[in-house]
Each structure stands twice: as structure tokens, then as C-alpha cells.
């Protein structure tokens, strides 16, 4: 086991009707006015919209709306509500969304504080010195970023999707109450079973050094996340599924699996990014079709760790036979698991290619992610 540092300072409050209360934990940090971010109309819709107002204009704290941020969220929104929280000047952001708007007000968080364009801090031009006070109350499980410090948002201009994180970036308080997340659709519940299960192999798969106590909590959140999947899709209304989904999903890269674990590297979200810049495609499905490709290319590098993941997760032996499970489980539950099934052919593996030389440049891989071993990993998800 590794020497390491954990820290995290994000308050979870985790449960039913828990947003309730948003006004108090805002109030508490000295808020008097936010930027309160979201994507689509449905929280108003659907009365959460109305819940949180009511819980801030209880404790008299002024909201400055900001709707609007897509999947896959675009630096240019980021911008625009830069733009609009200076002018406005709040002194927090509170995100009412998923990991979407999470990370966008991450990055809109920071970029208040920082002179320069935002996207600076996303390539290494500067660092983040400072931000502003970041809150969530979480409609959809996948990503971890209610209880992370990090956040993906892709230039559309560039075509790349790169990430930031810093000590400043944590949220202050996140609210998960897994009822909120009862209309989820069906595609985008398996696909957030997809990436969960991304942030949970990548170091348990790749690391040079991965303590037994890390594989254990890594399987029991993939296990965890396969038996809970299968009860949503036959019931999405169980409360007990739904809570224990979430919670796998901020334990998958809270920092708690990757303690003492190092030397790991993030190849599949690698890859996956440029998917998802190129081709706007949803984050989880580009990483399940991603996910079993690089698999089978990379297991002969990892052989015990490979026949591990295939025993305690599948009661199998052979590496083989534990990536041909996992991809068998992912078409059971409808995630696609080939670049045709999101429209991608081999014709426009070259474009892909080419937006990976960055994307390998950033995550500190590009001497082992070659072209020509890009290319050999995407013909396998063909």
C-alpha cells in the first residue's frame, strides 16, 4: 500500500427530502445571493424548482437563474454564466442537476475568481487560486462529482473535453436524496451504471501498486451497481435500489477506493472524451462500448488482476471470460457495447485518432497510447 493523502471536505446529506433544508446549509456559509444552475425545465415541472426557492427565500437569500447546461456540458455556457454571476454578484453557485450542471458550476465557480478566460484553467495556462462557494442537490447518480473536487467540460470550438480540479472546487454541501432520481430514464440509468463502473476500474485495473483492501471496495461497488441496475430496471420506484445506486456512485471516485492505490491512469475516459467531443454521444455509453475493447487489449498487461475481476465478480476463472461477462451485461441491460450502435463507423476512426493525440497528451499516456495502439483498441469496439 501506497503512502496518501485523503481529504474531503464535502458535506453529504443524504436522504429523503433532504433539499428541504438547502436554505439552512447556504445560510450557514454566508450566502445571501446564488447562481442557482440547472439544465431542463423539469424541476420546475416537477416542483423542485419551487421546493428549493421557497427553502432560500425562507432564509432571504436571492436567486440569479441559470438554466439550461446539456449533457456533456460546453465551455461557451460556462461563459455565459461567468458573465452573468459577475454582473449579478453572487457569492455562490448552487447546482440543481446532475453531473452536468455539477461540473459546469465547478467551472463557472472558478472562472468568477479567475481574470483570464476559464478555459486557461482547463489546459494548464493557470492554476485555480480561489473559487466560489459551490452547493448541489443531485437529480441523477453517475459521476461523483457531488462529492469530488474535478469537472469535464468540453470547448466545442477545439473539440476537446478536458477536466480541472483543485482544493477550491469541492462543493461545500451536497444534497443526494435518491427519490429525486425516480425519472431517470431507463437509458440514462445504464448508462450511469456504465461510467460508475469506469471510475472504478480504472486504477483497480491499471495501478502498479492496488492494496487488496482497494480491489475489495472496488468490487462490492460494482457488484453493488450490477444487482441494483437489474432491480431498477424491473422496478424504478424502489427507494432502497435507487439510495444504494447513488451512494456507490460517490464512493466510485470520492477518493475512499483509490486511497494507497498509484501509478493509474484514466485510459478509458481517454478515450471516451473524444468520443463524446467528436460526436456529442452520452458520457456512460461512450464508456461501455470503450470499456470492454480496451479490456481485451489491455488484460494480457494484468493478467492476475483480470482473473480476479472475473472471480469475485462473475464466479468465473480466465480473464476472457470475465470481460466477455461484463459485456454481456451491459447488452443485457441495453448500454451499447459497439461504436455502430452510436452511429459511429470505421470511416471516421481517423478523426477520432487524430483528437486523441491531445486527449493522450493531457492524461499523461501518450507513450503508451500510441496511434497505432488507439487504433487497434477502437477496431475492437467496432
Known amino acids: 500500500m501506497d503512502n496518501f493523502t485523503f481529504f474531503n471536505p464535502t458535506k453529504v446529506e443524504f436522504g429523503k427530502d433532504k433539499e428541504q433544508a438547502i436554505g439552512q446549509h447556504l445560510a450557514e456559509h454566508g450566502v ?49 454564466a461567468i458573465t452573468l454571476a459577475r454582473s449579478q454578484q453572487v457569492d455562490a453557485v448552487l447546482s440543481v442537476g446532475g453531473g452536468s450542471v455539477l461540473d459546469s458550476s465547478k467551472a463557472i465557480a472558478a472562472g468568477v475568481r479567475y481574470d483570464g478566460d476559464v478555459w486557461d484553467l482547463f489546459i494548464g495556462k493557470a492554476s485555480i487560486d480561489s473559487a466560489l462557494p459551490v452547493f448541489d442537490i443531485l437529480t441523477l447518480a453517475a459521476t461523483g462529482s457531488e462529492m469530488n473536487s474535478g469537472a469535464v467540460v468540453t470547448n466545442e470550438a477545439t473539440q476537446e473535453k478536458f477536466a480541472i480540479q483543485s482544493v477550491h472546487t469541492f462543493p461545500k454541501v451536497s444534497i443526494v436524496n435518491p427519490a429525486l432520481m425516480q425519472t431517470v430514464s431507463r437509458d440514462y440509468l445504464v448508462y ?51 439510495a444504494e445506486f447513488a451512494w456507490a456512485a460517490t464512493l466510485a471516485l470520492n477518493g475512499i477506493t483509490y486511497a494507497g492505490t498509484s501509478g493509474f491512469g484514466y485510459p478509458n475516459h481517454m478515450i471516451e472524451h473524444s468520443l463524446s467531443a467528436l460526436f456529442n454521444v452520452p458520457h456512460g455509453a461512450g464508456l461501455s462500448v470503450v470499456m470492454p475493447a480496451w479490456m481485451k487489449w489491455y488484460h494480457s498487461r494484468n493478467p492476475a488482476q483480470f482473473e480476479r475481476f472475473a472471480q469475485q465478480i462473475f464466479g468465473l476463472k480466465t480473464a476472457e471470460e470475465g470481460i466477455a461477462a461484463l459485456e454481456k451485461w451491459f447488452d443485457k441491460i441495453g448500454t451499447p457495447t459497439r461504436l455502430s450502435q452510436l452511429g459511429i463507423t470505421a470511416a471516421e ?33 467496432l
Open 349 to 381: 476512426l481517423p478523426a477520432i485518432l487524430d483528437n486523441l493525440q491531445g486527449n493522450a497528451q493531457w492524461f499523461g499516456l501518450a507513450g503508451t497510447y500510441t496511434r497505432e495502439v488507439l487504433a487497434d483498441i477502437l477496431k475492437r469496439a
Open 32 to 80: 445571501k445571493k446564488v447562481l442557482l444552475t440547472y439544465g431542463s425545465e423539469r424541476i420546475k415541472r416537477d416542483g423542485l424548482f419551487s421546493v428549493v426557492s421557497k427553502s432560500l427565500s425562507e432564509r432571504g437569500i436571492q436567486i440569479v437563474e441559470c438554466g439550461g447546461i446539456v449533457s456533456n456540458p460546453v465551455i461557451s455556457k460556462v461563459r455565459e
Open 192 to 242: 450511469s451504471a456504465a461510467d460508475i463502473i469506469a471510475h472504478s476500474i480504472e486504477g483497480y485495473f491499471t495501478a502498479t501498486v492496488q492494496p487488496k483492501i482497494q480491489s475489495r471496495l472496488v468490487e462490492s461497488v460494482i457488484t453493488t451497481v450490477m444487482e441494483t441496475t437489474e432491480l431498477l430496471l424491473a422496478n424504478p420506484k424502489d427507494y432502497n435500489a435507487r
